[in-house]
């Protein structure tokens, strides 16, 4: 039975005091109960001492993105090892701004995520079409060259020690929600995908939906077979919001 992941991606928000509030706020109010887990992912200068303040309560640490190499003469970089010294279990790779915005390519994703492994770092890919793609009908091709980069890369034995999320770029941070039923014809895909590969490996991966999910859409979308949770920007930074999502989760379980 796979669990339901809820993670909040704060991008580049908040102050060393509010993501301090921020975290209380989501330790505090964690719905008890099984089945689900919570995970916070504040900028770099943020994560050592959320992950401090979340030691020992329900709350996972992760980061936003990390270099795809171990160590050296990279300026301004971030180190698997790094976020791992400081806490992190997860990390984000791949998430649809890295690719437009900093014009990473699906190799460098796929570095990025292999590097995450080795230092025992769970990476999140994402993966995720833009609005013209989408109408011109290429959701799926888009979704499996994405895909396959890992693959090819990493193999399907090592997306058992992952997570991925589909992330819809015309939802994010738009208000605009993917359908439950536009939402699901992806995750399905993407599962049937890796699938094809190691069914086991399909059954037990927790694919998550990220695009404008907030605590009004958020049971909708859970409930689809093939959604494990949700990556969730905006609607993290406020511990009553994220909290409204955790608890969609929680009642599902
Ligand atoms: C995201 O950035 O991963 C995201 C899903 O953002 P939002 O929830 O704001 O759409």
């Not at 039923?181 to 490996?201: K, M, P, S, Y």
């Not at 093939?226 to 599902?252: P, R, Y």
Request: charged share 20%.
């Amino acid at each position: 039975m796979r669990e339901f992941l809820i993670a909040g991606n704060w991008k580049m928000n908040a102050t060393s005091a509010a993501s301090a509030e921020l975290v209380a706020g989501i330790i505090d109010g964690v719905p008890s109960g099984e089945g689900f887990s919570v995970l916070v992912c504040p900028p770099f200068p943020y994560i050592a001492a959320v992950a401090e303040q979340a030691r020992g309560s329900a709350v996972l640490v992760g980061a936003q993105n990390v270099s795809e190499h171990a160590k050296g003469a990279f300026t301004g970089e971030v180190a698997p090892s790094m976020l791992r010294d400081v806490g992190c279990e997860y990390v984000i790779v791949g998430h649809s701004e890295r690719r437009a915005i900093y014009g990473e390519t699906s190799a460098q994703v796929a570095a990025k995520f292999v590097a995450a492994q080795a230092a025992g770092l769970t990476p999140i890919l994402c993966v995720g079409e833009t609005l013209d793609e989408r109408e011109a009908g290429t959701t799926e091709a888009v979704i499996d060259e994405q895909l396959d980069a890992v693959l090819d890369v990493a193999g399907i034995d090592a997306l058992a020690a992952a997570v991925i999320a589909y992330e819809p770029v015309w939802a994010i941070g738009t208000g605009k929600t993917a359908t439950p039923e536009q939402a699901q014809d992806v995750h399905r895909h993407i599962r049937a995908r890796l699938a094809a590969q190691n069914e086991a490996v399909a059954g037990g991966m927790r694919i998550l939906y990220g695009g404008s999910m907030k605590g009004e859409n958020a049971a909708g979308l859970l409930g689809q077979p093939d959604i494990d949770g949700g990556l969730i920007g905006g609607a993290s930074l406020k511990a009553a919001d994220f909290l409204a999502i955790a608890a969609a989760a929680a009642a599902q379980k």
